[in-house]
């Protein structure tokens, strides 16, 4: 039996549902993390991905599925938290990777619609298509051509630079990104997006990503300068703009980071809670990564099944995030404020509302 599956599980969690499938003589697991259905179905992306472990890959489904209920908690959305994991082999055929993501929607729709799913890192809209096969109508994000509503990062993206703006207008007393120094860690399906909306708006845009591939794309496109993974904390920035893979902000690295608000599109930007003392020993706004990117798990669903056009699905996206942040801001005291505990505290309030109500 490979080594990742003889790990021990030992997985305490507050959620609601873990359901893992494992095929050791594959090297291929399922993992669906259920966390809450209070507020509505339990929606969240489906991430493939080689890991360590399986504990890992378990675990790693848990958090983002807890991020994922406080993300739309936060938001006042009627949705729950889930994620799904599918822990994939290093190099794995298409026909094994295709027949894992039939065998992961058929299980998606025995859930009869209790866990809604869209793309997440190493998924695609294509991806998408084929778990549609046999998990619709509880896959969102298909291809136009499928008739979904497609690629999920620009409608993050967009939130994202919202954050950014309102961000910037409270620490900087203008909204304006002319001329601000970002960096954006990452340019995949969020960051390049991102870049391409700060560079719109003038800012001055600095890229890192561990992929020299996606970054050279990115460099000769939009004309931005780049950092290596290594070296990014040598230079100042305004705005630090995680969007590439969760845990980047650990007590560390706060210490080498300068910068003055972190706003980003990536799930579970903080290694630990200890950050956040570390952050605001420094004086840097930290922006909570959930009241931030719920672009696409919202503006993808509201496509698909409101009906909703593009134009409206932008719109929703931007309106839901700055009103989340101008309550995180209302609600924020003075100084340095430690907006991941007001947002929380929101979201379980959210939640606990939900609860009284269904009583
Ligand atoms: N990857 C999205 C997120 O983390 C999840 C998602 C996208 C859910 C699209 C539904 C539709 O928020």
Redesign the pocket.
Known sequence: MPEIFTHPLELPWEGARLIVEVTPSQGVAIIIAIHSTALGPA???TRIKSYDSLAAAVIDAQRLAEG?TC?FAVAGLKRGGAKAVILAPETWSPELRRATLLRYGSLVQSLGGAFQ????VGSTPEDMDVIGETGSPFV??KTLEAGGAGD?GPY?AAGVAEAMQAACGKVFGTENLSGRRVLVQGTGAVGSHLIALLREAGADVWATDVNQEKLHSVIEKYHIRTVHPDKIFENQYDVFSPCALGGILTVEAVKKISCKIIAGGA?NQLAEPAVMQALGRKGIWYIPDFAV??G??LA??GIELEKWSIDEAYNKVRQTVRQTLETLFRLAPEGTPDFESIARKLAKENLNQSQIQLI
């Open positions: 929606t969240g992306g994922m993300k799913t869209g793309p997440d969102f994000g999920s993050t799930n990117n719920i696409g798990a993808i669903p």
